[in-house]
């Protein structure tokens, strides 16, 4: 079986009627509601008889094999490792809130946006992952989580989904018309992919829309976000902006706070600038520590008085509930596991400079 071979979750419906060529077209239907809107197993699809679990199985073997399993103490969050079919590795991550159930997944095998304080970015790129293995996480988390429905999907796992747009909205559409999932549960997030952005605003489906801003002036957020050299604030505003008209869809905004580096009152006042032209929500991250970045997370006080100036321009924000640091679950650490993941790329030179790490008077 080769990598480019059809897994489980890859097939349309006609290609699956195409697989069951000369069953009675019932049986299609059977198989499709089984494999999405039950999300069952295939082998526990059992309006199907035995023989044909057997050959679909056979011919649409699944894409995701458990490598490692591990839950948080209160059993709120649970992260997965799989390992694709050619070795490759990815993490989904599954959070249980009071109000809703959430999968974070992962749409490429490592990332090349290279943002030295995610673990991900440190890792480096391997490949993108096809339609069938985004939705397969999904399909995996929702019956790992049992009487609880799965309502939101996050596609802010391991990698840049609108570096990989076409699978990544192939599994939007299909989790939207075939497992379930309203377009208003369904985000994107992206580090700045303006033609990308630019294509969900056009798009059928208004999804849910985060950036992973983390700087409000071009000079530190080439630092920190380098795609931003290609794809400056100037340019990336004006598809927020294009977006948020087209779709009517709130922007989320989000800010991982360095210590010394992006949670001065400058930087407070910049995103306030930036968040009130596009009527965004902020999210505030602790940054989360990764092996291969030196440099801190704010500390508690910081990050509330960051809040606060941010609130006290007009701005709606909010600090993010950090789910999952205990397991490498939280955002930022995503990396498949050290043994996949190489070493990391170390802290970015310019973020050591001395006048990086002085805060502005307070």
């Known amino acids: 079986m080769s990598v ?3 897994t489980r979750y890859d097939p349309d419906r006609s290609q699956l009627a195409e697989l069951l060529e000369g069953e009675p077209a019932y049986r299609i239907e ?8 039950q999300g069952r197993p295939l082998e526990e699809v059992t309006g199907l008889p035995a023989a044909l679990r057997s050959r679909l199985a056979e011919a649409l073997p699944t894409a995701l094999e458990l490598a490692v399993e591990q839950r948080t103490d209160d059993g709120a969050t649970t992260k997965w490792l799989w390992r694709l079919r050619d070795g490759a590795a990815v993490e989904t991550v599954l959070m249980h809130y009071p109000d809703r159930t959430t999968v974070c997944v992962s749409t490429q095998a490592g990332c090349a946006m290279a943002c030295g304080f995610c673990a991900t970015g440190q890792a480096g790129f391997e490949r993108h992952l096809g339609v069938g293995e985004i939705v397969e996480q999904v399909v995996r988390a929702r019956w790992a989580a049992g009487d609880r429905r799965v309502s939101n999907v996050v596609f802010m796992g391991m990698g840049e989904p609108l570096a990989n747009l076409d699978a ?5 559409t299909r989790l939207h018309d075939d497992v379930g999932i309203g377009a208003r549960h369904l985000t994107v997030s992206t580090v700045g992919l303006v033609p990308g952005i630019r294509r969900l605003a056009a798009a059928e489906l208004p999804v849910g829309l985060a950036v992973s801003l983390h700087a409000a002036d071009d000079d530190l957020r080439d630092e920190l976000v380098p795609i931003n050299r290609r794809y400056p604030l100037a340019e990336l505003l004006d598809a927020c902006e294009e977006y948020r008209r087209r779709t009517r869809r709130r922007i989320s905004l989000e800010w991982a706070l360095i210590d010394g580096v992006n949670d001065r009152w400058v ?4 995103l306030a600038v930036i968040a009130r032209r596009l009527a965004a929500h902020v999210n505030l991250i602790p940054l989360n520590p990764t092996p291969g970045y030196e440099v801190v997370g704010s500390s508690r006080n910081r990050v ?4 606060e100036r941010v609130a006290g321009a007009g701005v709606t924000v909010t600090i993010r509930d950090t789910r999952g640091r205990d397991i490498d679950a939280a955002c930022g650490q995503l990396r498949a596991g050290s043994a996949s993941s190489g070493t990391g790329a170390g802290v970015p030179v310019d973020l050591q400079r001395p006048d990086r790490t002085r805060r502005d008077p307070t």
Do not use: K, M, N
């Open 4 to 6: 480019t071979d059809p």
């Open 30 to 37: 059977q198989a499709w509601d089984g494999l999405y809107r």
């Open 168 to 172: 990544t909205w192939g599994a939007v």
């Open 267 to 270: 930087d407070a006042d910049g």
């Open 304 to 307: 509330h008085a960051f809040r």
